[in-house]
């Protein structure tokens, strides 16, 4: 069993940077694949990021590629998810998810263990 706890999100301007962290408690969060995903208020949670256990293999929404990046430190137990680049667009609560998944999966029905979430407010 693995659970999860992010933190990291806030309110920032457009353009602004932000980390996403989330700590992962229990056994076996090295051998888990990670994926990072985001509800905006009236939305449906969709697929942002994933790697793979290692993190040598990461997968992206068309939406972040390029400004959003994944990554983990196994021996601390911790998934990072790092956002430059901010826009309005990007506004929603984030959340990590974790589970045996390989390959990297996109759907959030594929993740078997999730955090609460982090709420990410980019608004000038």
């Known amino acids: 069993q693995v659970q999860l706890v992010e933190s990291g999100g806030g309110q920032v301007q457009p353009g602004d940077s932000l980390r996403l962290s989330c700590i992962a408690f229990g056994h076996g969060f090295d051998n888990l694949a990670v994926g990072w995903f985001r509800q905006a208020p009236g939305k449906e949670r969709v697929f942002v990021a994933a790697m793979n256990w290692s993190g040598g293999r990461t997968s992206y929404s068309d939406s972040v590629k390029g400004r959003f990046t994944a990554s983990r430190d196994n021996p601390k137990n911790t998934a990072y998810l790092q956002m430059i680049n901010l826009k309005p667009e990007d506004t929603a609560v984030y959340y990590c998810?974790?589970?045996?998944?390989?390959?990297?999966?996109?759907?959030?029905?594929?993740?078997?263990?999730w955090g609460r979430g982090t709420p990410v407010t980019v608004s000038s």
């Open positions: 998810a974790a589970g045996a998944v390989s390959p990297l999966k996109t759907g959030a029905q594929e993740y078997d263990y």
